[in-house]
T-cell receptor, first 116, second 115 residues
Framework: NAGVTQTPKFRVLKTGQSMTLLCAQD?????MYWYRQDPGMGLRLIHY???????AKGEVPDGYNVSRLKKQNFLLGLESAAPSQTSVYFC???????????????FGPGTRLTVT | AQSVAQPEDQVNVAEGNPLTVKCTYS??????LFWYVQYPNRGLQFLLK??????LVKGSYGFEAEFNKSQTSFHLKKPSALVSDSALYFC?????????????FGKGTKLSVKP
């Protein structure tokens, strides 16, 4: 049981390049999330998904796209990277929760992205 | 607006002393509250949660948190700090505007435990 995994762990991009971050979970969770973490700003939600084939915008969605073709995978894409997207990206998943059980999110180890 | 505040950027504690990391929240309705810990270069680890029931919640690694509805607070506590508790701690509240389970995070508090 690996939990939530993310690939790659590190990446350096030049401005304008594109890339895809992959998140995978083996806990059969319905909900999945992408966050970015910047110093002094906590975690900010980029996009999320409440099930296979569905996605929605979070707090800071501009410049990112996502897809959830399979329940266990959630992809985050950067179409044209900008230096402002230099950050640490975290994926998380959760069980929807019922009668006090669940609700907490489980996080992957993160991807450190630098855009030059 | 729904929000979480962690008023202290950093908390310094001597090993063996009790520690408290503060969190206050603002949500409509009954809050679902969470604490997470992040060690350097790692992802966030779930520590504990309050959904309903007893105001004192016990979690991993000897941590506990007290829900205080009148003060809208959910402070994280530990009776005796360890050097290995040094990390970044995040408080979070569930966004009650939807059913998606989204969490709103505080900006984090760095805990430093000195020997």
């Amino acid at each position: 049981n690996a939990g939530v995994t993310q690939t790659p762990k590190f990446r350096v991009l030049k401005t304008g390049q594109s890339m895809t971050l992959l998140c995978a979970q083996d806990m059969n969770h319905e909900y999945m999330y992408w966050y970015r973490q910047d110093p002094g700003m906590g975690l900010r939600l980029i996009h999320y998904s409440v099930g296979e084939g569905t996605t929605a915008k979070g707090e800071v969605p501009d410049g990112y796209n996502v897809s959830r073709l399979k329940k266990q995978n959630f992809l985050l894409g950067l179409e044209s990277a900008a230096p402002s997207q230099t950050s640490v990206y975290f994926c998380a998943s959760s069980f929807p929760g019922l009668a006090g059980v669940g609700y907490e999110q489980y996080f992957g180890p993160g991807t450190r992205l630098t855009v030059t | 607006a729904q929000s979480v505040a962690q008023p202290e950027d950093q908390v310094n504690v001597a090993e063996g002393n009790p520690l408290t990391v503060k969190c206050t929240y603002s949500v409509s309705g009954n809050p679902y509250l969470f604490w997470y810990v992040q060690y350097p270069n790692r992802g966030l680890q779930f520590l504990l949660k309050y959904i309903t029931g007893d105001n004192l919640v016990k979690g991993s690694y000897g941590f506990e948190a007290e829900f205080n509805k009148s003060q809208t607070s959910f402070h994280l506590k530990k009776p005796s700090a360890l050097v290995s508790d040094s990390a970044l701690y995040f408080c979070a509240v569930r966004d009650m505007r939807g059913s998606q389970g989204n969490l709103i995070f505080g900006k984090g508090t760095k805990l430093s435990v000195k020997p």
